[in-house]
T-cell receptor, first 112, second 113 residues
Framework: DQQVKQNSPSLSVQEGRISILNCDYTNSMFDYFLWYKKYPAEGPTFLISISSIKDKNEDGRFTVFLNKSAKHLSLHIVPSQPGDSAVYFCAASAAGAQKLVFGQGTRLTINP | DSGVTQTPKHLITATGQRVTLRCSPRSGDLSVYWYQQSLDQGLQFLIQYYNGEERAKGNILERFSAQQFPDLHSELNLSSLELGDSALYFC????????????FGQGTRLTVV
């Protein structure tokens, strides 16, 4: 039962262009969504989050969009930089829940 | 550096054995979470402790157990190990009882041979 899905295992983008990572969820009780970034041999690091009361949250080059009716969120990175090459995990939690439910991750490669 | 320390970083052991993974949370964090990441999979929630007490349980096998000590460090015990237990095991911590914006350690890579 995969409640959070990242259907693209990998994505390759040219440096300077926009990277768009997508995530779908099935549990309508989820009300908080996060993106984590993971480099090899390191733990995931928090990148950006969004509450279900919003449809957009921006932090520098990173913007997360939430479409509740479609149960879909996306992470936009503009402009993409080589240091953005990593695995990105989408995660979600429900109000009062103690755990994050993670997607399978998308490996982003930024090409010079 | 997230401030969450996990030891050991790597562990190789034989089937049927028992191992203990250790996690020291960030200073001041009361909650500790354990996650398992198998090959090419997302992170699967195992268990959470808050200030020494078990708070939530995920898909944790009966062969696995955990505890959080008075100094707030946590240990994950894996017994009767099988080949399929080979994975990355992450510990995360947060100040409060919900896992939003939890900080993750570097993980322990367990290889069962």
């Amino acid at each position: 039962d995969q409640q959070v899905k990242q259907n693209s295992p990998s994505l390759s983008v040219q440096e300077g262009r926009i990277s768009i990572l997508n995530c779908d969820y099935t549990n309508s009780m989820f009300d908080y969504f996060l993106w984590y970034k993971k480099y090899p041999a390191e733990g995931p690091t928090f990148l950006i989050s969004i509450s279900s009361i919003k449809d957009k949250n921006e932090d520098g080059r990173f913007t997360v969009f939430l479409n509740k009716s479609a149960k879909h969120l996306s992470l936009h990175i503009v402009p993409s930089q080589p240091g953005d090459s990593a695995v990105y995990f989408c995660a979600a939690s429900a109000a009062g829940a103690q755990k994050l439910v993670f997607g399978q991750g998308t490996r982003l490669t930024i090409n010079p | 550096d997230s401030g969450v320390t996990q030891t050991p970083k790597h562990l190789i052991t034989a089937t049927g054995q028992r191992v203990t993974l250790r996690c020291s949370p960030r200073s001041g964090d009361l909650s500790v979470y354990w996650y398992q990441q198998s090959l090419d999979q997302g992170l699967q929630f195992l268990i959470q402790y808050y200030n020494g007490e078990e708070r939530a349980k995920g898909n944790i096998l009966e062969r696995f157990s955990a505890q959080q000590f008075p100094d707030l460090h946590s240990e994950l015990n894996l017994s009767s190990l099988e080949l399929g237990d080979s994975a990355l095991y992450f510990c995360a911590s947060s100040v409060v009882g919900t896992s939003t914006e939890a900080f993750f350690g570097q993980g322990t890579r367990l290889t069962v041979v």
